[in-house]
């Protein structure tokens, strides 16, 4: 394809013309060169073409791995974490339940030990969770467990209360190899936490309307009787408890964050009140005390009940005007 040798014309005579067939041929011959390098030409931009293609796609690539990488470390250490508590919890079972007679696993997961090294007797471990893990650095994990047990009661006495331990545990983690690397550590547990104070101040009368409305609705809620509906907001996304729980409920107190007692007597048409709620259920085999904060909104001169709050209202959350 470099050159395109075409027959030479002839004259209509017959004759081949000469001086033109050697400019024809010098002509072809020259064009075969200049077609050549212009398909090199064509060649090489199309290869840069590509290979700026190929080199941004290695790039892209090669950007999407280190992120995946990176996700990839993350995900790794919290799988670490789950696998040194796993074994921080089956090492703190064995350790609070090994006797002389029956060591169980202890001798194998802590090989520090020796059966003579147990105790004659322990008492039943109940349960055993995990409270806190940190790590120490890259291999280490500080496990700290809690581990109940109750001492059994004879039979005219009755079962003391349990008691609870907290174990540290120093475990080393590689891949998906978890390894205990001392024994454990009994360590003091957390702070007690300060309870929070509600944000209900004042109990409103048993007698009241709005405690009324109250009842209403907890009984249509826990026992089937009645229907939610008349009681709630329209529109209020509540619902009794299906299959009903109870049999019987009975409000016990009524609290509110509302000090003003006038609102409460004669609500004003889109008013809230917020209540906590306390209710005695029962059914034939037992009795349970509960307690439900509650959002109400006023509408025609009553209460009704606009959400069953997830959680009780922290002091803070009360206006200025209600810390009076």
């Given at each position: 394809m470099l050159g395109v040798l075409k027959r030479p014309a002839k004259s209509p005579d017959g004759k081949t013309s000469g001086g033109r067939q050697g400019q024809d041929e010098q002509m072809q011959w020259t064009r075969g060169p200049d077609l050549?390098?212009?398909?090199?030409?064509?060649?090489?931009?199309?290869?840069?073409v590509l290979g700026g293609i190929g080199g941004l796609g290695t790039l892209t690539s090669t950007?999407?791995?280190?992120?995946?990488?990176?996700?990839?470390?993350?995900?790794?250490?919290?799988q670490e974490r789950q696998l040194a508590q796993g074994h921080a919890l089956q090492v703190a079972r064995a350790w609070a339940s090994a006797t002389q007679e029956d060591p169980g696993q202890v001798t194998e997961l802590l090989p520090q030990l020796s059966v003579s090294?147990?105790?004659?007797?322990?008492?039943?471990?109940?349960?055993?969770?995990?409270?806190?893990?940190?790590?120490?650095?890259?291999?280490?994990?500080?496990?700290?467990v809690a581990v109940t047990s109750r001492a059994p009661g004879s039979e005219d006495e009755q079962a003391p209360p349990p008691t609870t331990q907290y174990l540290r545990i120093a475990i080393a983690v590689d891949g998906h190899s978890a390894q205990v690397l001392t024994l454990p550590a009994i360590v003091a547990g957390p702070a007690p936490m300060m309870p929070p104070e509600l944000a209900y101040p004042r109990e409103l009368p048993s007698r009241s309307e709005v405690a009324g409305s109250i009842?209403?609705?907890?009984?249509?809620?826990?026992?089937?009787?009645?229907?939610?509906?008349?009681?709630s907001t329209p529109g209020a996304e509540t619902s009794p408890v299906t299959p009903a729980p109870y049999a019987e409920v009975q409000v016990t107190e009524v609290r509110t964050m509302q000090t003003d007692n006038d609102p409460i007597a004669s609500p004003i048409g889109g008013q809230v009140l917020e209540v906590l709620v306390s209710v005695t259920a029962s059914t034939e085999d037992?009795?349970?005390?509960?307690?439900?904060?509650?959002?109400?909104?006023?509408?025609?001169?009553?209460?009704e009940v606009t959400q069953v709050r997830s959680?009780?209202?922290?002091?803070?959350?009360?206006?200025?005007?209600?810390?009076?």
């Open positions: 050549a390098a212009t398909l090199m030409k064509i060649g090489f931009w199309v290869l840069l950007s999407g791995a280190g992120q995946s990488a990176s996700d990839g470390g993350s995900g790794d250490r919290g090294d147990l105790p004659a007797a322990v008492d039943p471990v109940i349960d055993v969770v995990v409270q806190n893990a940190e790590p120490v650095d890259e291999l280490t994990w500080a496990v700290t009842g209403g609705f907890m009984s249509a809620l826990l026992t089937g009787e009645g229907d939610v509906a008349r009681y037992r009795t349970d005390r509960l307690q439900y904060p509650l959002q109400l909104t006023a509408r025609d001169g009553r209460w959680g009780p209202l922290m002091s803070d959350d009360m206006p200025d005007e209600d810390h009076n």
